[in-house]
């Protein structure tokens, strides 16, 4: 693994705006970043490929582990959402995506951070944006990418195996730019394995309390939800109750119980049950204890925020008020000064390829550049 610098194309703006990039530069700084990318080995994706679907095996495990066990208040759930998390588990209804972050510098096996299992973002920059820089400036190379195909095949199972509700997928999200990128891949991909989809703003939901079912702003009934919005914010929202109460007819995509999976405090439960375990460092909720160095991270965190590696470094936020989790501090290999972070995605149950984001400073925060990478021939 290494990073080579290169110089960007003299059009990339117009290039990447044309695929549907909108969000590439930030402060003018470029978000999307041509000056360099990463070079891996095919050894290398390959265990990063063995890595991650062991490591999703391991949370799934970990997932049944808590429900089993009700320990439902590590991860600061409230109550009234856990018989449907339950009954969404024993259901087993569509979950699409996640993604993991993972440190690895080609030198030692790649080690999780954390689990982006119910919001992941940057979609479009992985499974498209980087895929059409790689066609025209290193078309002898490949990618460890089959992001998007890993997205119409999960689509077209889910169409064929009559897994989803009513033929119409609803797609909603906040009315960002990131969320209406990452909205726009998902709503492509049904559409290629033969699903229409129409997109809302989660704002635009409405409920028909006497039919007891949520609708659009068109008076038709959501059969099937893509929301890009996180399960404790929707717990928070006037209409949680009927959410709760309407699982049999409106079919949320990612499931209630990816409450679990999407929090934080998994990574004290999966160094609890898998300490042995080269994918793993260790985790607590109480305490660092015995740790050295640590991070603390609040387990409803997003994008570096409230983030405190001991002695080093510190970040700024909203969050924490749902408790944090102390996670020993693994040091980034600096690559000509910048520190990636790996993001490996999870399409259904598969590894389909990763996405990099790379800082200047030890925290990945939401100024982090997104680099493309290549495997090399």
């Known amino acids: 693994m290494r990073r080579i610098q290169l110089t960007p194309r003299a059009d990339w703006q117009a290039k990447v705006e044309q695929q549907g990039l909108i969000f590439h530069t930030e402060e003018d700084r470029p978000y999307w970043f041509e000056s360099a990318c990463y070079e891996f080995t095919e050894s290398e994706t ?12 391991m949370c799934i495990q970990a997932v049944e582990h808590v429900i089993t066990n009700r320990r439902y208040a590590e991860f600061g759930i409230p109550p009234h959402a856990i018989p449907a998390i339950e009954i969404t588990w024993e ?152 959410c709760l109460q309407t699982l049999g007819k409106t079919q949320w995509i990612e499931p209630i119980w990816k409450m679990i999976l999407s929090n934080k405090a998994l990574l004290a439960i999966l160094w609890e049950l898998f300490p042995n375990s080269p994918y793993l460092v260790p985790a607590y909720l109480d305490s660092p204890r015995s740790l050295n160095q640590w991070v603390k991270k609040p387990i409803l965190g997003r994008e570096g925020a409230n983030v405190t590696i001991n002695g080093l470094e510190s970040s700024g936020g909203e969050y924490g008020n749902g408790g944090f989790v102390y996670q020993e501090y693994i040091p980034i290999t600096p690559f000509d000064g910048a520190h990636p972070v790996l993001g490996s995605w999870v399409i259904g149950t598969e590894s389909r390829g990763i996405g990099i984001r790379e800082t200047d400073n030890l925290i990945t925060d939401n100024l982090a550049r997104f680099v493309p990478h290549r495997i090399s021939a």
Not at 46 to 57: F, G, R, V, W
């Open 91 to 242: 259901a087993d209804p569509p979950s699409l995506y996640g993604r993991f972050d993972l440190v690895y510098d080609g030198n030692w096996p790649p080690k999780m951070l954390e689990y982006n299992a119910d919001t992941p973002t940057s979609l479009l920059e992985a499974a498209v944006i980087q895929w059409k820089w790689l066609e025209e400036i290193s078309p002898s190379s490949d990618q460890f990418n089959s992001i998007w195909e890993g997205l119409v095949d999960e689509w077209t199972w889910l169409k064929e195996n009559k897994k989803l509700n009513g033929v119409l997928v609803h797609f909603g999200h906040c009315g960002t730019v990131e969320d209406e990128m990452t909205v726009a891949v998902l709503r492509d991909t049904a559409q290629e394995a033969g699903i229409p989809g129409k997109a809302l703003l989660m704002e635009e939901l409405g409920f028909d309390e006497r039919r007891c079912r949520f609708i659009d702003l068109e008076n038709i009934d959501i059969h099937t939800i893509f929301k890009l919005y996180p399960w404790e914010w929707m717990m928070n929202e006037g209409y949680a109750q009927q």
């Open 46 to 57: 390959d265990a990063l490929e063995i890595a991650t679907n062991e490591l999703h095996k």
